[in-house]
Nanobody, 114 residues
């Protein structure tokens, strides 16, 4: 079972930036998929961005051009750089890791508000 530890969440004003990090206890270089989901209050959890086994990236349409997912295989860490944040980006962000089955981090709160 992999352990995932997220960090980097917080309160930011609209238009601001944050970088989320997810440190995994196992290798991320050969997993099927690793990435980020988010869940806003009262809504279902949704995919934000992910990296597949071949390095292909996927983004939700609502974050394209504003969010960038990346990974450092040497550190077993996945990042989500978020710029031009909007109030609708407010949610708990969860790291996601899929090798043979899905694993989730504990989540980190991102609040975009003036």
């Amino acid at each position: 079972q992999v352990q995932l530890v997220e960090s980097g969440g917080g309160l930011v004003q609209p238009g601001g930036s944050l970088r989320l990090s997810c440190a995994a206890s196992r290798s991320i270089s050969d997993v099927r998929r690793v990435g980020w989901y988010r869940q806003a209050q009262g809504k279902q959890r949704e995919l934000v961005a992910a990296i597949g086994s071949g390095g292909t990236t996927t983004y939700d349409d609502s974050v394209k051009g504003r969010f960038t997912i990346s990974r450092d295989n040497a550190k077993n860490t996945v990042y989500l750089q978020m710029v031009s944040l909007k109030p609708e980006d407010t949610a708990v962000y969860y790291c996601y890791y899929y090798r043979n089955f899905p694993s989730w981090g504990q989540g980190t709160q991102v609040t975009v508000s003036s």
